[in-house]
């Protein structure tokens, strides 16, 4: 009799980590940049005042793909480095991208905004989360 132990049959390297990170990227601009545009065509303002200006910004298309970029690169850089840990390094990695998009969906509502605008920061801030979540957490299962 003969016992084997299962060894994934594939691995969570760097470059699997920047692949996983371009499909996060890919969703959650998309994912963004559609809710930026229906809130556009159903009238929200759009507008914020950050706390010490006089005069409120709008959020712009740009001002949505960069708040949505920047913080994934980071993320898929921690990805690419935990990639040195395995699968529970990127369980972690997963759990935290969904407590940064949970904790951070409540940003919008501490500027002086409309509540429209408000609801739809804090989606793209959920979203962000869950399709870090997802996605990752589909990798590590693939992985083993």
Do not use: K
Not at 46 to 71: F, M, N, R, Y
């Amino acid at each position: 009799m003969t016992t084997s132990i299962a060894t994934p049959t594939t691995t969570l390297t760097a470059r699997r980590a920047l692949r996983t990170g371009g499909i996060v990227l890919a969703i959650s601009v998309l994912a963004n940049v559609t809710a930026w545009g229906i809130a556009r065509m159903a009238g929200v303002s759009l507008l914020v005042t950050e706390p010490g200006a006089t005069s409120p910004t709008a959020i712009g298309l740009p001002a949505v793909v960069a708040a949505t970029v920047i913080p994934l690169i980071f993320g898929t850089l921690a990805l690419t480095i935990a990639s040195r840990w395995g699968h529970t390094a990127w369980s972690a990695l997963a759990w935290l991208g969904l407590a940064l998009g949970v904790v951070t969906v409540f940003m919008p509502f501490t500027v002086d905004t409309d509540s429209a605008t408000a609801a739809v920061l804090a989606a793209m801030h959920v979203v962000l989360g869950v399709v870090w979540f997802t996605t990752i957490r589909r990798e590590v299962t693939e992985a083993a």
